[in-house]
């Protein structure tokens, strides 16, 4: 409902730096040319800065939406109860059905594009992503049938600031945009229905100038332009319950800006004095519409630079607007929402944190939506929905399936804190084929978690981390979730842990208090500590496993230099379980190890880590494969050119191949033969790539780059090739569809064989399509956006490292013909042009531009043909000429161009006449010569004559340029008897006359 109510207009133009990961899989020299898309499904983000909070209509749910997607959220427990895989970086704006099938989400994209997307959120499955003309989507908003989707945004160059306002109107059920409404504002930030769906309020900004528009909806005509005072922008709008009145806030030369206007005639019903300094950035009214809540920021300077603290007000209309302010900590508050019931309010920003409460040392950014009670405005909970450290794989450990393959664990630690103040900690698992949250466990450890294992059995999980300064390791049991054990370890950093093959020890390794290394074996049945190892590593512990016999126990990590200045030594360390002795010391080639397995049957391990050749040189990542029997290097595999450090490293569960993780390069999760050390390809997972395999080898489990988690599966490996990429046609009309073709080398194997797309324009494409199996090519539509100019559009289809590119051209509606009503016009006359399309103008409408071909002829710069329109007319208007001119008008719409020609003609000779007719012989008269028209720039000279010599007239007459006539004297003689005389006046070769009478 509202929309990402920013402050300032900052965020609106910040650049995204991230960019989108695609999933590959590219095979190497050794082998054929494997590789298939690793297709996404689910994955959860923190939620680091909350633009847009809306509960579903049976209030079990709340959509949270920001920075680094959406997830969604029990209203209930206030804990996560799904995340959706938008590829969505910011979410600005969500907004539920009114049927509650559906959720609308807007806002921006890794890759810097808009995003609007449907979703069927209770599935977790997209329904449609429809192609806006905005490049930024501000605000969604459903009507109160659920028919029409309304969109603000802006649509233009962000970096530049060169924004032209964009206001939408789709209908949900054909997923085609029905209505563009031609608003003044340049940034589009909130939409909103009345509560008939009859009008829709738009509000936003231009030049620096609030606007607040009311639109009769679904027509899109406007109903009235509502003044806005001295405001500077109108961030938030709202429909009173009963559709009377309607709330705008935003921002003023003075501060912020509150009113409420009747929506009848636009006045103004009141003007509240708000105590939010800064700026309003989202208001709501309750579902009985007594009460407004107004959310926004006070601006605090800090030693100079800009901080702001968030502030939220509950006004109170019903007995004159008063106000009761409710203490937020939001370092600002972007969204407020009352329950479908109004017993409660939710409040919904970002903050920032010090550590170690030192002023000017920042944390980083955390999410928060809090839940009030209106009836005492009293606070319920407060809810953390992200928090950079508490989230990745280096705080929480690589994140782990379940033996069973039906669990994830990891993600971080939720905090719901409660109205006291106090923070409970949560660990989330999850539901590893739907993404649905199975349990959060309110865990003993603080915050900071940094491992976490299931028990071989998947009866048991651990997760270890720190309580204040104590090493704690939670054992609970699963599926019950109830907490066994707390175990109090003495290792406080960089700890690992890791269940023996019979889940009958748990080891734990990292550092102690005093800095050193130690490796604590528990028995988790008893919580008794059975043994103690010291390892020699001192810095970086970064590995710990049992073998697949349970009798040896590895270790990695990496040693400090023999001489100051020079890189530490990378080492694994394989000891006895029974004894504690150390078996075995292996000087990996590696400066720092970060990852090791024992391969399935036990007889290999493999270390990763990073490379560096000499201390501070750059750094390439390693990885070695060791035998455990003669306690000898195998291999060194090579890696992807280019990465610079390798992570987690894992075994397949039959052993057959080896995965490991890296930074930097082309690939992230790369994949080897175990036997033969061959390479087989890659996977592209994003900037961290700690992951981890489900036993049965099908799905793949990573850590996002924004810190959160994906699930994927991981599809066989193919021969298949991408050879053929058509489109047919390869031009079309804007708005108008093509039908595009894959075709691979050979037919699909089982599974089919899934194609990625990907074009650097708003195209309505899907991001993947299948080739089916036994088929070796399949066919799909692609639908173009409504442009004003023409465009190129490459699509890009690619199976791995096999791509096609394929030319979409878009064509404007193209001129068909110029027509004037006359073939020719005396100069100076008007005249009326009709411009004919060939297809019928876009949402948008079309734009043509007119050309005259002479300064004689004047045309209008363009012609606007309205929405479904076919031919516009123009009014043209022409100059007096001194000869027949042929002028050309062009008409163009960028693509085609079309001509007419008119001839101007030069006036003539109309009539000449005297005053008066009869004259007594002796006196004067006075001649006029007039022409057909105002004489050209250059004048008309008209000759006279007269056939009797009782009457003379000039030999000549000029009728001055732009005039009509000239005037000229008769003088005449006395004559004996009456005498009729004829003056002649010729001029172009025509010649008129008429007689003069002298008595």
Not at 486 to 492: E, Y
Not at 666 to 695: H, R
Request: glycine share 12%; proline share 5%.
């Amino acid at each position: 409902m509202h929309n990402n109510a920013l402050i300032g207009n900052a965020r609106r133009f910040r650049a995204l730096a991230t960019s989108f990961a695609m999933f590959c899989i590219v095979i190497g020299s050794h082998l054929a040319e494997a590789q298939a898309w690793l297709p996404n499904q689910w994955s959860f983000s923190p939620i680091v800065n909350v633009s847009s909070v809306a509960y579903s209509p049976d209030e079990t749910l709340l959509a949270v939406g920001g920075d680094n997607g959406l997830c969604l959220y029990s209203a209930s427990t206030r804990l996560p109860f799904r995340g959706l895989p938008t590829g969505v970086a910011n979410v600005n704006s969500v907004a539920f059905s009114p049927d509650g099938h559906t959720l609308a989400i807007g806002g921006r994209s890794y890759n810097g594009g808009s995003v609007l997307e449907l979703w069927n959120y209770r599935s977790g499955h997209l329904v449609a992503s429809l192609a806006s003309n905005a490049v930024l989507v501000n605000s969604v908003a459903f009507s109160s049938n659920g028919l029409i989707l309304a969109v603000g945004g802006a649509a233009g160059d962000l970096n530049a600031n060169s924004l032209t306002g964009v206001a939408e109107e789709w209908n949900v059920s054909t997923e085609v945009r029905s209505v563009s409404l031609a608003t003044t504002a340049s940034i589009v930030d909130s939409v909103a229905f009345s509560p008939d769906g009859k009008k829709l309020a738009v509000g936003g900004t231009s030049a620096s100038i609030g606007v607040l528009e009311v639109w009769n909806a679904p027509a899109g005509s406007l109903f009235e332009n509502i003044g806005v005072g001295q405001a500077t922008t109108v961030n938030s709008v709202a429909f009173s319950p009963d559709g009377n009145s309607l709330a705008g806030g935003g921002s003023g030369p003075s501060g912020s800006m509150l009113q409420m206007w009747t929506v009848a005639s636009g006045a103004v019903l009141d003007v509240l004095n708000s105590g939010i300094k800064s700026v309003v950035s989202s208001v709501a009214f309750s579902p009985d519409g007594r009460r407004l809540v107004v959310a926004g920021a006070n601006q605090s300077p800090y030693e100079g630079s800009y901080l702001s603290s968030g502030a939220v007000e509950l006004w109170d209309l019903t007995n004159g607007p008063s106000v009761i302010p409710l203490e937020t900590v939001g370092w600002t508050v972007n969204s407020v929402e009352f329950s479908p019931d109004g017993v409660s309010l939710e409040v919904a920003g970002s903050n920032y944190g010090y550590y170690g409460g030192a002023y000017g040392s920042y944390e980083p950014m955390t999410g928060f939506f809090d839940i009030w009670r209106v009836s005492d405005a009293s606070l319920q909970s407060s809810n953390i929905t992200g928090k950079g450290y508490l989230w990745g794989p280096v705080s929480g450990g690589s994140p782990t399936f379940s033996p069973g393959g039906m669990l994830v664990a990891g993600g971080g630690i939720d905090q719901v804190g409660t109205s006291t103040g106090v923070l409970k900690k949560y660990f989330n698992v999850w539901n590893a084929d739907t993404g649905t949250l199975a349990a959060a466990l309110p865990t003993s450890v603080g915050s900071t978690s940094f491992a976490n294992s299931f028990s071989p059995d998947g009866h048991a999980l651990a997760i270890a981390g720190v309580n204040g300064t104590d090493g704690v390791i939670d054992l609970w049991n699963v599926p019950s979730y109830s907490l066994a054990l707390t175990l109090k370890t003495g290792v406080v950093s960089e700890g690992l842990i890791a269940f023996s093959p019979d889940g009958k020890r748990l080891a734990i390794g990292g550092f102690d208090a005093s800095g050193a290394c130690t490796i604590e074996i528990w028995d988790p049945a008893t919580g008794v500590q059975v043994k103690k190892l010291a390892p020699a590593i001192s810095v970086g512990f970064a590995g710990i496993q049992f073998s697949a016999d349970g009798r040896s126990l590895a270790d990695g990590g990496s040693l400090e230099p023999d001489v100051v200045g020079q890189l530490p030594h990378g080492v694994v360390e394989l000891w006895d379980v029974a004894s504690g002795n150390l078996l075995a010391n292996l000087a990996t080639g590696e400066s720092y190890v970060h990852g090791i397995a024992f391969s399935p049957d036990g007889k290999q391990i493999a270390v990763a880590g990073q490379e560096a050749y000499s201390a501070g040189s750059l750094s390439s990542a390693g990885l070695e494969v060791w035998s455990v029997a003669s306690k000898q290097r195998l291999s060194n595999l090579p890696l992807q050119s280019g990465t610079n450090a390798a992570f987690s490293v894992t075994y397949a569960p039959d052993g057959k191949m080896l995965f490991v993780s890296s930074s930097g390069g082309p690939g992230e999760i790369q994949v080897f033969d175990a036997a033969q050390f061959k390479v087989l390809g890659y996977y592209s997972v994003g900037a961290y790539g700690y992951f981890a395999l489900s036993q049965d080898g099908k799905s793949v489990v990573y850590s996002k780059p924004d810190a959160g988690l994906e699930v994927a599966q991981l599809p066989p490996l193919t021969s298949d090739v991408l050879t053929g990429f058509m489109l047919n046609p390869a031009w079309v009309q804007q708005g108008k569809s093509t039908t595009c073709t894959v075709t691979l080398s050979k037919a699909a194997p089982s599974g089919g064989v899934t194609v990625g797309l990907e074009s650097g324009f708003q195209l309505t494409l899907p991001s993947t399509i299948i080739v089916p199996s036994g088929k070796k090519s399949v066919s799909f539509t692609v639908r173009t956006p409504w442009e004003y100019t023409p465009t190129v559009i490459p699509i890009t289809a690619s199976v791995g490292p096999s791509s096609k590119v394929a030319k979409l051209t878009i064509l404007t509606p193209s001129i068909k013909a110029v027509s004037l009503n006359a073939a020719s016009v005396l100069g100076g006359q008007s005249l009326k042009g009709t411009v004919a399309i060939v297809a019928p103008a876009g949402p948008v409408g079309s734009a043509i531009t007119l050309v005259g071909g002479s300064s004689f002829i004047s045309v209008p710069a363009d012609v606007f043909l309205l929405s479904g329109e076919t031919y516009a007319t123009f009014e043209m208007t022409s100059k007096p000429v001194d000869a027949r001119m042929k002028v050309t008008v062009t008409a163009s719409d960028g693509i085609t161009t079309k001509s007419t020609q008119i001839t101007l003609m030069p006036p003539s000779l109309r009539s000449v006449t005297v005053s008066p007719t009869t004259v007594k012989g002796g006196s004067k008269a006075t001649g006029i010569v007039a022409l057909n028209g105002p004489a050209g720039p250059s004048g008309v000279v008209v000759v006279l004559s007269s056939n009797k010599n009782s009457a003379t007239a000039p030999r000549t007459v000029k009728i001055a340029a732009g005039s009509s006539s000239a005037t000229f004297s008769i003088d005449t003689k006395s004559v004996s008897s009456t005498t009729v005389v004829t003056i002649a006046a010729t001029a172009g070769g025509m010649t008129q006359s008429t007689g003069l009478t002298i008595t």
